[in-house]
T-cell receptor, first 109, second 112 residues
């Protein structure tokens, strides 16, 4: 069945790295996505990775993909208070995206 | 500026009332989507449309209806049959299948 799983909560100290993990189910997914949602707002696309890639780096963001284990991670370097939000992992399914429940990232001084 | 707009930002529904949420996009995208988000949960797909005058039910379509008369617009009606409509509703659009979906700012629906 379709089920994207994420841990629900992560707390980090400002300046440390954050790592948000996700497992997905469909090995035929073409793209895997990370979205960010701030309180009361829509989802903002952070980054995505094509399924034939192992890693993608974009400024402070690093995405790692392990296709064998169907595991996706998002690393945020030098985490700032403005990074506090909910982060959603999503895989591309047939005619739709399949979302995880989201990981709430709390950044403390 | 290209983007997706949703209105209103907040909407109040009385018992037995139908309400309609607006979603407009000027990205020239073919596909549009409606999701429902409940506190502490992920997004659940209500309806989607891949082309004008055609739409399909998602995972939780009961109590909702949509239309797609224009490429730019995909309004969602929450009918009186939806017994628990309080949620945050998100609209998205997509250029081609399996490509990135872009989201609007959302509408929060509350029941009086």
């Amino acid at each position: 069945g379709e089920d994207v799983e994420q841990s629900l909560f992560l707390s980090v100290r400002e300046g440390d790295s954050s790592v948000i993990n996700c497992t997905y189910t469909d090995s035929s997914s073409t793209y895997l996505y990370w979205y960010k949602q701030e309180p009361g707002a829509g989802l903002q696309l952070l980054t995505y990775i094509f399924s034939n890639m192992d890693m993608k780096q974009d400024q402070r963001l690093t995405v790692l993909l392990n296709k064998k284990d169907k595991h996706l991670s998002l690393r945020i370097a030098d985490t700032q208070t403005g990074d506090s939000a909910i982060y959603f992992c999503a895989e591309s399914g047939y005619n739709k995206l399949i979302f995880g429940a989201g990981t709430r990232l709390a950044v403390h001084p | 500026d290209g983007g997706i707009t949703q209105s209103p930002k907040y909407l109040f529904r009385k018992e037995g009332q139908n309400v309609t949420l607006s979603c407009e996009q000027n990205l020239n995208h073919d596909a549009m989507y409606w999701y429902r988000q409940d506190p502490g949960q992920g997004l659940r797909l209500i309806y989607y449309s891949q082309i004008v005058n055609d739409f399909q039910k998602g995972d939780i379509a009961e109590g909702y209806s949509v239309s797609r008369e224009k490429k730019e617009s995909f309004p969602l009606t929450v009918t009186s049959a939806q017994k628990n409509p309080t949620a945050f509703y998100l609209c998205a659009s997509q250029d081609r299948p399996q490509e990135t979906q872009y989201f609007g700012p959302g509408t929060r629906l509350l029941v009086l």
